[in-house]
């Protein structure tokens, strides 16, 4: 026997599987923010207080948001100056640190 779906039953099938881990990426994103960059990068992108005097970059400066994805997940895997790398972090969650810094521009 064939089961038949119906197109709301689909579409909210659709949503749960492309919609929810896209915003459970962003929440992961956010957190692994939190715990790893926000300690020099400050919350909101622009420098704690400790980050400044060690020349933490201000992620929401257009020379930050004008480097390419590739340039920034290279900072952030293998580090630069001051900066530890992080070369336990997956493709994935630097990728996801990567769009949460564009989500920082002014």
């Given at each position: 026997?064939?089961?038949?779906?119906?197109?709301?039953?689909?579409?909210?099938?659709?949503?749960?599987?492309?919609?929810?881990?896209?915003?459970?990426?962003?929440?992961?994103?956010?957190?692994?923010?939190?715990?790893?960059?926000?300690a020099c990068?400050?919350?909101?992108?622009?420098?704690s207080?400790?980050g400044?005097?060690?020349?933490?970059?201000?992620?929401?400066?257009?020379?930050?948001?004008?480097?390419?994805?590739a340039?920034?997940?290279?900072?952030?895997?293998?580090?630069?100056?001051?900066?530890?790398?992080y070369?336990?972090?997956?493709a994935?969650?630097?990728?996801?640190?990567?769009?949460?810094?564009?989500?920082?521009?002014?």
């Amino acid at each position: 026997m064939i089961k038949r779906f119906s197109v709301p039953m689909l579409l909210a099938a659709f949503v749960i599987v492309l919609v929810v881990p896209s915003a459970m990426r962003a929440q992961d994103a956010a957190s692994l923010y939190k715990s790893k960059c926000a300690a020099c990068h400050a919350a909101d992108g622009t420098g704690s207080a400790m980050g400044k005097k060690m020349g933490a970059q201000d992620f929401t400066s257009a020379e930050v948001q004008k480097m390419s994805d590739a340039e920034l997940s290279d900072i952030i895997t293998n580090g630069k100056a001051k900066m530890p790398a992080y070369k336990s972090l997956s493709a994935d969650q630097v990728k996801g640190l990567v769009g949460y810094i564009r989500s920082l521009k002014k």
